[in-house]
């Protein structure tokens, strides 16, 4: 398991008994292909860290029709706000070929979090950290888009 979270740049900055903390409560779980992990108005589950393999968050816009928001790889995680909010998912994830994701679950984050609040307060930083960063990403594109719209008028 630990040679596995090596691999995720989320945890880069974990000691090894944080990576060991991790590995106690965390699951590796084997993707075939387009399988569906996440979907879309269910009840959140945990948080995915993808180890290896490629997965699509989709949107789905009408009977089986899908619109891909954005593609995951190996660091990429998903499943956050079941950790931050508990609300249910607002798009679905699916596997495009073969993956490995590591898998913490709400209950075992909980169980972790009222043992030791330091190092929940640690993951819950750099989950911050990295959607600060993503939101930033999303304010330039929204930004860059007015501004050709505005152009154009």
Partial sequence: MKEYLKLIGFFSGFTGDELEEVS?????ISMREMEMIVREGDEPKGLYFIVNGEFDVVKNIGGNRYK???RL??????????ILNGERHSASVACRGKGTLIFISKQAFGGMSDSDSRFSLKIMRELASILAQRLRRMNLKYGMSVAQLESKE
């Fill in 68 to 70: 891909r928001l954005q």
């Fill in 24 to 28: 106690r409560i965390a699951e590796v």
């Fill in 73 to 82: 790889d190996r660091g990429d995680f998903f499943g956050e706000m079941s």
